[in-house]
């Protein structure tokens, strides 16, 4: 079986990781056949590979089988369609577009079953967020009453915003945290958690930095059988938390600091309280702590994940088309905020492109 020929569209500071690991062998069956980014200085780490200034000039060469595109987020779209039209495999950078209509345009454009579509969700391959999202879909966890992640590790200074001028403005990143370094977060709360039915968030533009868009979150979210949570997040705390609390039916799991631990309740919540006969009995808890001993594959896990699907049919760790409901999510969050309303979900993702249209519009950026 030959291996398969990507190239990696974009390759600064994210594509240049992931050319390397193919270039290097790291990925079994698959090799680096080209490098494509519009700043030519970035081809010579690879002077033996053919390097193209355009993905249309790419494309026309016919040296790959699949692309990997590490562009900034508003090329997305674009380079994703070219080279789905062109029939090509498509592994594409996080996030999938800034906003939902142009996601939804993208998706559409993979039409071919046989085509192989996904998108660097690393973090899916962390043991603990897996581990979580099994407990929650065995129903271990029972019903979900709330959820309360606080993700505030994302510390960036100015000199990370200075360091590309498409950075945290509208024009060029459709945002700021929600766009940037969330939608790992916001993907792996959807992949374990599901959609919430509403959300309320408040934004806070450019609190830490000299930037016009949100390096601070807090968003309320309600779900259909009335489960509630809140996501915080913010680039401008140090030293930052990443605490995820579940409280549920059969008890309470807390994430924090490398540990994942389950107090469970010696019958369901809900059942306690019913049955209970002393005024401020309490249920009882056992509690499971899971240790893992690294966080997973993560980029490379999917870059291999992503091959053996092309060849052997092997399913994605994270589907393209599943890319869109973290997007919605910050879309939804940054429609609220500047809206100061409550926005439902399914997103309108035309009234969210028009916000962001507006936002360009006035940006002086
Ligand atoms: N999965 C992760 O953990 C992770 C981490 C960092 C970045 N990313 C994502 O990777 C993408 C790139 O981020 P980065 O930090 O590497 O940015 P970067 O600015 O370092 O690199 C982007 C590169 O794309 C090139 N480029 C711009 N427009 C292009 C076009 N139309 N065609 C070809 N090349 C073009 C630029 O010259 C640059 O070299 C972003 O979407 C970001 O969200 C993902």
Redesign the pocket.
């Known amino acids: 079986m030959q291996p398969v020929r990507i190239a990696v ?7 240049s990781t992931h050319a390397n690991a193919l270039a290097q062998g790291k990925i079994q069956r698959a090799t680096l056949s080209a490098v ?4 030519s200085n ?1 081809f010579s780490q690879w002077p033996q590979i053919p390097g193209f200034t ?2 249309h000039d790419l494309l026309r060469a016919k040296i790959a089988d699949a692309v990997v595109i ?4 508003v ?2 779209p ?2 994703g369609r070219l080279a789905l039209e062109a029939g090509l495999h498509v592994l594409v ?3 999938i577009a800034v906003h939902k209509a142009d996601a939804q345009k993208l998706l559409a454009a993979h039409t071919n079953p046989q085509q192989v579509f996904a998108i ?1 969700f ?1 973090q899916r391959t962390d043991p603990f967020y897996r581990k979580i999202r099994e407990l929650v879909q065995t129903g271990e966890l029972g019903a979900i009453q709330r959820i309360q992640w606080t993700i505030t590790t994302w510390y960036r200074c100015n000199a990370y915003y200075r ?2 001028t ?1 950075r945290a403005t509208w024009r060029g990143e459709g945002g700021g945290v929600l766009l ?1 370094q969330c ?2 977060n916001l993907d792996l709360f959807q992949w374990m958690f599901g959609m919430p039915a509403r959300v309320r968030a408040f934004c806070r533009l450019g609190r830490y930095h000299p930037i016009e868009v949100e390096d601070d979150v807090t968003a309320y979210m309600e779900y259909a059988n009335g489960a509630t949570a809140t996501f915080i997040t913010s680039t401008g705390e140090a030293p930052g938390t990443n605490r995820l609390e579940v409280a549920a039916d059969h008890g309470r799991l807390v994430y924090e600091n490398d540990k994942l631990a389950f107090q469970r309740t010696e019958m369901p919540v809900s059942q306690f309280t019913q049955t209970a006969t002393s005024m401020f009995a309490a249920p009882q808890t056992t509690t499971t702590e899971f240790t893992f001993q690294d966080h997973g594959g993560q ?1 490379n896990e999917i870059l291999q994940n992503f091959v053996d699907a092309i060849l052997d049919g092997k399913p994605l760790i994270a589907p393209a088309s599943e890319g869109i409901k973290s997007l919605e999510l910050g879309n939804a969050m940054l429609l609220s905020a500047m809206e100061n309303r409550t926005v439902e979900l399914p997103l309108d993702a035309a009234a969210y492109q028009r916000l962001l249209e507006d936002l360009i519009r006035k940006s002086t950026k």
């Open positions: 569209i974009g390759v600064g500071s994210m594509g494509c980014d519009t700043d970035r355009n993905p590490a562009t900034p987020h090329d997305h674009v380079s950078e996080k996030p660097m690393n360091s590309g498409w940037n939608p790992h980029h």
